[in-house]
């Protein structure tokens, strides 16, 4: 949980001040290491769950201040977006029926958000990027209105010094820029935390670092972003993209992101990790100090190092070190956020067993780590879990090369298992959550396939839109019957889906694959795509993409109809016949306006046109399909 009161209207006093602090946080904690005040000898574990808030069209909901005002419990709490929310469990001892116990409480708490998202006429879901997002929903209106979250889009905008931008590709491609940090909210994990001993944390952060690759193979859940089928977890790419302030020409040089993997394996102490973010990461945000650390531990008390955690939260690699204070105790633990939210609360519970059995296993079974594998191994090996889940190859240790599933069934999940019953985890928590990784592996189906092949079997004719609402809904229905992802059916069809919602704005069912030309195309080329494409409308656009005009098939029959000769005279181009004023609407256009506007300006077409640039096109033909449908199911009552 972060802080949300931060320091705003900065000046560089404020800034020397923070500074100060928490140089002063990073050497208290360096006594406190030396002088054995970090608490030893304890193992827990514990949990973050975000989650989107949806509305009664599985679209994003902006009622996250409203429904934790209403919901009154302090385990749920804020993120950067309205439509997103945080629970907070309740660490448990890693002992005995931890799992189910953290299990149980999930359940709990997600039980008393839904309820209350209830009362706004709205529900929420567990998915790693929600499938109906849109562009349009990013904006700084549904941004939470807290000093934190403007102070953090505000100062990684200004260190940026120009637009974000977005360039993912798997089976499609994506490419957009933004102007602000809220793509950062298209992304909800399950963060899972792990004590450990300030001794062992050098050994145990490495060997975090090797098994998050495997684990997270078996739990990719991200595959759709903005309708384009991108990476198996595409959380990974967007969130590195959507939190990227490095400037030009820190870029050029390579300077590493305040997301990503990290370059190196650890070889010290957490001082080394904490040492590299200060020294390679300006503060984003401040906060007025505390009272001086070391002041506080001559009285026998246990500094906050208020100023040294808000900068650790402006830093998000995918394992990261975190400094905690229970009951007046110090602690280390290493907090894993690559994990995704969903597909459902016992999935979520199995990824995070697995991943805490080998935490506990492998240091004894490969003993240093970093002497049995390359770091560049380990950090490709997460970026191919990323990109294709179970279907990824892994370099493993003593340079044996394995894939993904072979790896995880044969090798790592009896190792986790060893590892839970050394903890003396009951043997019931250790078969009912290890064997649903054993059974998804097996089948080969996580999340991120079965939306996929969902997907790809929903052939339904009518806009995408319906595609992915009827992909949510059913996510939805499947996560509160609360089964394993393994053995959901594929959705085979939408017939009997509410269509009518996927037709309430132009961006829903607006043709984006598009043919277009260039004013100094020749006519005959115009004339060729039309024909080739079965199309009576083609835009024009310059080399930016923005649209200077558009090419009718009206306006090639006036020309044919004119007699004009081109024969041994200059060719013509489209420049010359295109209409250089076209109507056009957004992508957020209600339906009803676009097709009055068709209507009264008696036009065919109508260019979608999203901040200057072309991003899509809606025809008469789009109406007459959705007019089919109405008359369809009219005439069949």
């Not at 005995?96 to 958000?113: P, S, T």
């Not at 973010?277 to 246990?302: N, S, T, W, Y």
Request: with cysteine; glycine share 6%; net charge negative.
């Amino acid at each position: 949980m972060g802080v949300h009161f931060v320091e705003e209207n900065l000046d560089e006093s404020k800034l020397h001040e923070y500074m100060q602090a928490l140089l002063a946080d990073l050497r208290a904690l360096a006594f406190m290491l030396r002088q054995g005040c970090i608490q030893s000898g304890v193992r827990r574990i514990g949990a973050e769950q975000e989650m989107f808030i949806v509305d009664r069209n599985l679209r994003p909901a902006p009622l996250a201040m409203e429904i934790l005002e209403r919901a009154g419990d302090k385990r749920l709490t804020t993120e950067m977006a309205r439509f997103n929310l945080e629970a907070n469990l309740t660490p448990q001892d890693l002992t005995g029926r931890c799992f189910d116990l953290m299990h149980q409480e999930l359940e709990e708490v997600l039980a008393k958000a839904r309820l209350t998202a209830n009362e706004f006429g709205a529900d929420v879901l567990l998915a790693g990027i929600l499938p109906t997002l849109k562009v349009s929903d990013l904006t700084l209106a549904n941004l939470t209105p807290l000093p934190r979250y403007h102070e953090l889009n505000r100062a990684q905008t200004q260190l940026r010094g120009g637009p974000f931008s977005i360039h993912i590709k798997g089976l499609d491609e994506l490419q957009l820029t933004h102007d602000n940090m809220m793509m950062e909210s298209c992304n909800t994990c399950f963060q899972v935390h792990f004590q450990v001993n300030p001794a062992d944390f050098v050994g145990t952060f490495n060997i975090a670092q090797a098994i998050t690759a495997p684990v997270l193979a078996a739990a990719v859940n991200s595959p759709l972003l903005f309708g384009h089928r991108l990476w198996q977890e595409t959380r990974l790419a967007l969130f590195q993209h959507s939190a990227d302030s490095r400037s030009r020409t820190q870029t050029s040089r390579s300077q590493p992101t305040r997301v990503g993997f990290g370059e190196q394996w650890l070889h010290h102490s957490v001082i080394e990790l904490l040492h590299d973010q200060i020294a390679r990461f300006r503060p984003i945000m401040i906060i007025r100090p505390d009272e001086d650390p070391m002041q506080v531990l001559v009285r026998g008390k246990v500094p906050l190092l208020s100023a040294l955690r808000l900068h650790n939260g402006t830093v998000w690699p995918w394992n990261r070190a975190c400094y905690g204070v229970d009951n007046g105790v110090a602690h280390l633990r290493i907090e894993n956020r690559a994990l995704p939210s969903g597909p459902t609360t016992i999935d979520e519970i199995a990824n995070a067993a697995f991943f805490i059995g080998l935490m506990l296993s492998l240091p004894s079974e490969y003993g240093d780590i970093s002497k049995r594998m390359d770091f560049d191994d380990a950090k490709e090996n997460f970026f191919a879990a990323a990109r294709h889940g179970l279907h990824a190859q892994f370099n493993w240790i003593d340079g044996k090369s394995y894939p993904a599933c072979t790896l995880i069934r044969d090798h790592l999940l009896p190792l986790a298992r060893q590892g839970l019953e050394s903890a003396a985890v009951d043997a019931s928590d250790i078969d009912k959550y290890l064997n649903i990784i054993d059974a998804r592996v097996e089948s080969g189906q996580t999340g991120a396939q079965w939306m996929l092949k969902s997907l790809a079997a929903t052939t339904d004719p009518g806009p995408k839109d319906l595609r992915y609402r009827v992909l949510t809904s059913t996510m939805l229905q499947r996560q509160t019957e609360g089964d394993p992802v393994h053995t959901w059916p594929i959705i085979e069809a939408t017939e009997n889906a509410d269509w009518r919602q996927s037709y309430q704005t132009v961006g829903q069912f607006m043709a984006t694959d598009l043919f277009t030309l260039r004013a100094d195309d020749l006519v005959d080329l115009a004339a060729s795509v039309m024909d080739w494409r079965h199309i009576r409308h083609v835009p024009v656009e310059d080399d930016q993409g923005r649209l200077v005009g558009l090419v009718t098939h009206r306006a090639l029959l006036r020309l044919l109809s004119r007699g004009i000769e081109t024969q041994n005279t200059k060719p013509l181009t489209v420049r010359e016949i295109m209409k250089t004023d076209p109507v056009t609407v957004t992508s957020t256009t209600p339906t009803l306006e676009a097709m009055e506007l068709m209507r009264g300006n008696k036009v065919g077409c109508l260019p979608v046109v999203d901040q200057g640039q072309l991003v899509g096109i809606v025809t008469s033909y789009d109406f007459l399909n959705a007019s089919a449908r109405l008359f369809k199911e009219q005439l069949s009552a």
